[in-house]
């Protein structure tokens, strides 16, 4: 699957910003799409998980009602909606995907199968 991520940049505390992933390739409804984000000099961290097909989430606890993700099925588009942003919520922020296992491992950078290139988020205070 390969993956293109947009929409990062610089927003102020407590401002928004969407991010967005287009998928193309081959694909299936049990493949779960993640975002991770990866501060300076840390390694990446689970933000927010959903399937290709479904109503399944899952949020980090830091993400978790100030995050939303969301998918477009016709436009294989997958979106995080980022709310109430902190500036801990600085990084580079990467969308991925994992084909074999589901909801099993989604927390785990590891597993995923395939990345897009990341995209920048400033959060300043």
């Known amino acids: 699957v390969q993956l293109q991520a947009s929409g990062g940049g610089l927003v102020q505390a407590g401002g928004s910003l969407r991010l967005s992933c287009v998928a193309s390739?081959?694909?299936?409804?049990?493949?779960?799409m993640g975002w991770f984000r990866q501060a300076p000099g840390k390694e990446r961290d689970f933000v927010a998980a959903?399937?290709?097909?479904?109503?399944?989430?899952r949020y980090a606890p830091s993400a978790k009602g100030r995050f939303t993700i969301s998918r477009d099925n016709a436009e294989n588009t997958f979106y995080l909606q980022m709310d109430s942003l902190k500036p801990e919520d600085t990084g580079v922020y990467f969308c991925?995907?994992?084909?074999?296992?589901?909801?099993?491992?989604?927390?785990?950078?590891?597993?995923?199968?395939?990345w897009g290139q990341g995209t920048q988020v400033t959060v300043s205070s």
């Open positions: 390739g081959r694909t299936n409804g049990n493949y779960v």
């Open positions: 991925a995907v994992e084909t074999r296992s589901g909801f099993a491992y989604y927390y785990v950078s590891d597993q995923y199968d395939d």
């Open positions: 959903i399937k290709f097909s479904g109503r399944d989430t």
